[in-house]
């Protein structure tokens, strides 16, 4: 197959390029916004036509939860209309979402079926994206994802690592629970997805094994860290309540997502949480 990867430069775009070269029977084209600009139909269009695209994988995206709270036209045009022009691009789709279309409230592990209730500008756009492909691919896959992590780019990781290594004390939310998902892990996900015997659209949750709370995390971030380097962080990690941290956009308490329905259709076992974030010290260890 012609695979198109959007947004390659990202943390799991950079995932997919790594792990492409265990699936070698594909041919591959990693774009980035400077080389394909997703908000452009024609462009996209053109580049779907030119290299007999057969699936695209749609890792770009808008993904600063606070700016798009404050600027959700510019949200809606990559999240939502960029879709829609990748899905009219005449190619199969696989494309990646977020816990945030849900509420966030109450307690059970959100299954795909769950209304959804997005609470934020960044959960309206992506929910509107996930509305326009299925309307024009109801055969897309669609991978609901939460918490994502990665040697690269920004993410929580790599924030609670520098914060460890600069302060004393450190107080961090434990009244907000989800489970971590390594960008690796969920970039083998589309591969299975990719390689499975039948093609299973639809809409599928996936993050690692488990659940923890963000205190939890950052314990187990700064734990491992310290087995793996000399520079041992010494932080002390306080567990706060949400009330006391200044969020500029409301925050799910509850993320944790149901994966029976990927695990069941594709007969694969999920990696735990603390088990992939070895993996991804390791890696950023040899970087
Ligand atoms: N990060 C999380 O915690 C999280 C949680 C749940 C779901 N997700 C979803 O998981 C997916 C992957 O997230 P990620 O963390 O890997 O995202 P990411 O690191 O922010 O990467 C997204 C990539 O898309 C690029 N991009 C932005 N606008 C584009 C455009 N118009 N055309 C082409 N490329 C464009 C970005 O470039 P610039 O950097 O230059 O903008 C970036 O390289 C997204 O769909 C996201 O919504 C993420």
């Known amino acids: 197959m012609n ?8 943390q799991l775009g950079t995932e997919m390029r790594t792990l492409s070269e265990a699936h070698p029977a594909h041919t591959y084209f990693f774009t980035d916004v400077a080389e394909l600009d997703i908000t452009s139909r024609e462009a996209v269009h053109a580049f779907v036509q030119d290299n007999a695209i057969d699936l695209i994988v749609n890792c770009a995206a808008y993904t600063n939860v606070d700016k798009a709270e404050e600027d959700e036209p510019t949200a809606l045009r990559i ?4 879709v829609e022009n990748l899905a009219t691009a005449g190619a199969k789709v696989i494309h990646v979402s977020t816990d945030y279309v849900f509420s966030g409230e109450g307690w059970i592990p959100g299954r795909e079926s769950d209304p959804v209730a997005p609470r934020t500008a960044y959960g309206r756009t992506k929910l509107a994206g996930e ?8 055969d897309a896959v669609i991978l609901r994802t ?10 929580f990781v790599k924030t609670m690592i520098r914060l460890g290594l600069d302060r004393d004390t450190l107080g961090v939310v434990f009244d907000q629970v989800g489970t971590p998902t390594y960008a690796a892990d969920l970039a083998a996900a589309i591969f299975t997805v990719i390689e499975a ?10 993050t690692n094994e488990g659940v923890c709370s963000w205190f939890d995390f950052t314990v187990e ?7 793996l380097h000399d520079n041992a962080i010494r932080c002390q990690v306080n567990p706060i309540l949400s009330t006391a941290y200044q ?7 509850y993320s944790v997502l149901d994966k029976s329905k990927y695990k069941e259709t ?11 974030l070895h993996r991804c010290l390791m890696a950023m260890k040899t970087l």
């Open 247 to 253: 969020y500029k956009t409301p925050r799910p308490h």
């Open 79 to 82: 999240n939502a209309d960029a």
């Open 266 to 276: 594709f007969g694969v076992p999920v990696p735990y949480w603390t088990e992939a």
């Open 221 to 227: 971030i700064h734990r491992q860290y310290n087995l």
């Open 146 to 155: 939460a918490w994502l992590y990665s040697p690269y780019g920004n993410n």
């Open 3 to 10: 695979i198109l990867i959007t947004g390659a430069n990202g």
């Open 197 to 206: 015997p039948e093609w299973h659209d639809g809409i599928y949750h996936f």
């Open 131 to 138: 509305e326009r492909l299925l309307a024009h691919r109801p």
